[in-house]
């Protein structure tokens, strides 16, 4: 049993396509996130949710667009991708919002914008 | 928002001795976590360590935290092979904040 599972693992798509990143948690944890980490292995959180509104909106393109049809489940949408976007893209959640407990993350989702 | 900081950035050692890692940072914090990345995976939490807390263990993993100084440090005692990895402490004040990593490899 995957505690936090992403799809797809790979994502290869050419510029200026749209693509989805789904997240799903079967943690009963009240909090998810997006991370995203770059080729230097530096990780910068991107958006955090809390039983479906957002409480964490760091500074993320607008093509960027997170989307939590409940608490067990966090997408991610990106328009127009761009080249920059080629990243590993995890998803974590932990049991509450203030963070005194540890995160667990999704296995990632290697986006490559060609 | 703030970011641990570790060092050193590359750690090579020998199965069986110990692996240190550093990390600083420049906030206050409720508490500061470390956690390890194979390659290829997720990030895998290791342990957590509140703010009002000096020194945790878990396993053969030893924690310390210096709040007057901002720093932290992670000792793998008796590395295995299976430790190889990247390590990186994350800094907690309403979300959580990564370092840059190290990485450590351990041969056989």
């Known amino acids: 049993d995957t505690a936090v599972s992403q799809t797809p693992k790979y994502l290869v798509t050419q510029m200026g396509n749209d693509k989805s990143i789904k997240c799903e948690q079967n943690?009963?944890?009240?909090?998810m996130y997006w991370y995203k980490q770059d080729s230097k292995k530096f990780l910068k959180i991107m958006f955090s949710?809390?039983?479906?509104?957002?409480?964490i909106n760091e500074t993320v393109p607008n093509r960027f667009s997170p989307k939590s049809p409940d608490k067990a489940h966090l997408n991610l949408h990106i328009n127009s991708l761009e080249l920059g976007d080629s990243a590993v893209y995890f998803c974590?959640?932990?049991?509450?919002?203030?963070?005194?407990?540890?995160?667990?993350f999704g296995s990632g989702t290697r986006l490559t914008v060609v | 928002s703030q970011q641990g900081e570790e060092d050193p950035q590359a750690l090579s050692i020998q199965e069986g001795e110990n692996a240190t890692m550093n990390c600083s940072y420049k906030?206050?914090?409720?508490?500061l976590q470390w956690y390890r990345q194979n390659s290829g995976r997720g990030l895998v939490h290791l342990i957590l360590i509140r703010s009002n807390e000096r020194e945790k263990h878990s396993g053969r993993l030893r924690v310390t935290l210096d709040t007057s100084k901002k720093s932290s440090s992670l000792l793998i005692t008796a590395s295995r092979a299976a430790d190889t990895a990247s390590y990186f402490c994350a800094t907690v004040d309403n979300r959580l904040a990564f370092g840059k990593g190290n990485q450590v490899v351990v041969i056989p």
């Open positions: 974590a959640s932990s049991q509450d919002v203030g963070v005194m407990n540890g995160y667990t």
């Open positions: 943690l009963g944890h009240d909090t």
């Open positions: 949710y809390n039983n479906k509104e957002l409480i």
């Open positions: 906030t206050s914090i409720n508490n």
